[in-house]
């Protein structure tokens, strides 16, 4: 089956500086795309989603950017905090899937230091 | 609201044993999902449920069964246990039905040790 896999594994960027977190997803045909934040020992939350009829959604702090020619997709952090040290997943689900079917990536595992 | 809310929070078992993992929503959502999650490793679905009354295999069926006992609940059960299904699992619910898509919510997960 296709997959969504992520460039790199772990990111560490300073408090207070931008990060930028990669996903490079399979399936020309997904449509829907959602950034999870993952904490240590939780369940993942929601952060922002997008689809495929956008190229860019802003939320607090936080911007997607779809890249449908390259299948590519990139979560923006601003002012990063050590609140935002998580693993972050995207997610990509296909048109006329049934129950939203979501296919997850690896992770993105992003420390910040203070 | 609790979302969603999943019992037992840890769980040792030995080979060959069976037990049930229990998940409850009271978002009223009527997509629910059962994932296993291995260290450094991205999420992976086992069994879902897209409406009360139905169940569909996942990408990792093997080893696991379903229940959607009523739109609220959806239980997990393994019936003999191996040391393979060590793994943090997660319940999940969405409001998607039939194609639609939407976020899923996450429940604090189960974190199942195999001896």
């Known amino acids: 089956g296709e997959s969504v896999g992520l460039h790199l594994p772990t990111l560490s960027v300073q408090e207070g500086d931008n990060s930028i977190i990669n996903c490079a997803y399979s399936n020309s045909a997904s449509d829907y795309f959602i950034w999870y934040k993952q904490e240590s020992g939780k369940g993942p939350q929601f952060i922002i989603d997008i689809r495929s009829n956008m190229d860019k959604r802003q939320g607090q702090r936080v911007t997607v950017l779809l890249n449908k020619t390259v299948k590519h997709l990139s979560l923006q952090i601003a002012a990063t905090q050590p609140g935002d040290s998580a693993v972050y997943f995207c997610?990509?689900?296909?048109?006329?899937?049934?129950?939203?079917?979501?296919?997850f990536g690896d992770g993105t595992t992003l420390t910040v230091k203070p | 609201n609790a979302g969603v809310t999943q019992t037992p929070k840890f769980q040792v078992l030995k080979t060959g044993q069976s037990m049930t993992l229990q998940c409850a929503q009271d978002m009223n959502h009527n997509s629910m999902y059962w994932y296993r999650q291995d260290p450094g490793m991205g999420l992976r679905l086992i069994y879902y449920s897209a409406s009360e009354g139905t169940t569909d295999k996942g990408e990792v069926p093997n080893g696991y069964n379903v229940s959607r006992l009523n739109k609220r609940e959806f239980s997990l059960r393994l019936e003999s246990a191996a040391p393979s299904q060590t793994s943090v699992y997660f319940c999940?619910?969405?409001?998607?039905?039939?194609?639609?898509?939407?976020?899923?919510?996450f429940g604090p997960g189960t974190r199942l040790t195999v001896l």
């Open positions: 997610a990509e689900i296909p048109p006329n899937t049934n129950a939203g079917k979501s296919t």
């Open positions: 999940a619910s969405s409001e998607a039905s039939g194609t639609g898509s939407t976020e899923q919510f």
